[in-house]
């Protein structure tokens, strides 16, 4: 059965520091998708990242990165310089089809970021 | 383009009532997702779409919970005599076929309904 874990119920930072949200899965397949979404206090949920297990190399996208470890089954996700508009409860997700499929996303239980100012 | 539309965005029924959560998906998307998120929790899956045909049906919570989607499109959520159990937010997303995406199929959200029973 699938499983994603994110230990922190809730990070709090200042404004303009680094910030890394944990993400741990568990699959039996080799092969799996990994996701990361937003959730902004306006409350829809924005697609963020897509990793397939078999990719090589990590993404970087402005201020946001990603570390995928598959030795420790993690999928971490940093935001640098951190910003207010950062603020949000952000959800990792597996899914052990590529789309999805007939078991959907298995998501975390979000983390909750908030960026004082 | 345009994205995932629902409607309503919130309903309140009182309990016993049928109520009916519609989901608009993004033009073209071939799969379509129900999903159900209560309060401080992560989406959970309920149902899939593949066109008008229904994959999977185990994620739904009981036989009071169905879906359909008959023309491979709008899509329709029914809650027959609600409980206050299932008061949440229930989420559609839509996504493309592996042949459109390049194999990079990405689940795209509405904003939701959010239901709360009395």
């Known amino acids: 059965a699938q499983k994603v874990t994110q230990a922190q119920t809730e990070i709090s930072v200042v404004e303009k520091e680094d910030v890394t949200l944990d993400c741990v899965y568990e699959t039996r397949d080799t092969t799996y998708y990994l996701f990361w979404y937003k959730q902004p206090p306006s409350g829809e949920l924005v697609f963020l990242i897509r990793r397939n297990s078999f990719d090589e190399q990590n993404e970087i996208s402005g201020r946001y990165s990603w570390n995928f470890q598959k030795s420790t089954s993690s999928f971490n996700f940093t935001i640098t310089a951190s910003q207010v508009v950062d603020s949000a409860v952000y959800f990792c997700?597996?899914?052990?089809?590529?789309?999805?499929?007939?078991?959907?996303?298995?998501f975390g239980k979000g983390t909750h970021l908030i960026i004082q100012p | 383009g345009a994205g995932v539309s629902q409607s309503p965005r919130y309903k309140v029924t009182k309990r016993g009532q049928d109520v009916a959560l519609r989901c608009d998906p993004i033009?073209?998307?071939?799969?379509l997702y129900w999903y159900r998120q209560a309060l401080g929790q992560g989406p959970e899956f309920l149902t899939y779409?593949?066109?008008?045909?229904?994959?999977?049906k185990s994620g739904l919570p009981n036989d009071r919970f169905s879906a359909e989607r008959p023309e491979g499109s709008i899509s329709t959520l029914t809650i027959q005599r609600t409980e206050q159990r299932d008061s949440a937010m229930y989420r559609c997303?839509?996504?493309?076929?592996?042949?459109?995406?390049?194999?990079?199929?990405?689940?795209?959200f509405g904003p939701g309904t959010r239901l709360l029973v009395l």
């Open positions: 033009s073209g998307h071939v799969s």
């Open positions: 779409f593949n066109y008008e045909a229904q994959q999977d």
């Open positions: 997303a839509s996504s493309e076929d592996q042949w459109t995406s390049g194999g990079r199929e990405t689940q795209y």
């Open positions: 997700a597996l899914s052990e089809d590529p789309g999805g499929g007939a078991d959907g996303l298995t």
